[in-house]
């Protein structure tokens, strides 16, 4: 009986353990995501609002479809985060490192 308790307590132990572990996103892991992200915006009009460098924190995910849709921009320009939105939104995502389902936080940096 205490074998059986024993084991049960370490097979959970070792669950919990597995579960719990967060998967990495790894800045080089994602290289070729972010290559393709950055080319997307890296055709952006001078905006006439920015006093100062802008850093712009994104957060995406991909759909079945393999193409980004951003979940939210944490700026409060409204030029910039329409800017991010439509240039981004359900744009086909080539680079397989992230898979449907899955999303990804990163940030922009916007010279004035």
């Known amino acids: 009986m ?3 308790i024993l084991s049960v307590v370490v097979t959970l132990f ?3 353990a597995f579960a719990a572990e ?4 790894d800045p080089a892991s994602l290289n070729e995501t972010y290559k393709e992200i950055a080319k997307l915006l890296n055709n952006y009009p001078t905006f006439s609002g920015l006093e100062e460098d802008v850093v712009v ?3 995406i995910a991909v759909n079945e ?3 980004i849709v951003v979940m939210s921009t944490n700026t409060t320009n409204e030029s ?3 800017y991010i939105r439509n240039t981004l939104n359900y744009q086909k ?3 397989k490192e992230l898979e449907a389902g899955k ?3 990163f940030l922009i940096k916007f010279a004035k």
């Not at 967060?22 to 996103?25: A, D, T, Y």
């Open 2 to 4: 205490k074998k059986l």
């Open 80 to 82: 910039l985060n329409y």
């Open 65 to 67: 479809n393999h193409e």
């Open 93 to 95: 995502l080539f680079a």
């Open 103 to 105: 999303g990804l936080v």
């Open 22 to 25: 967060k998967p990495s996103n």
């Open 57 to 59: 924190k994104v957060r």
């Open 14 to 16: 070792l669950t919990t």
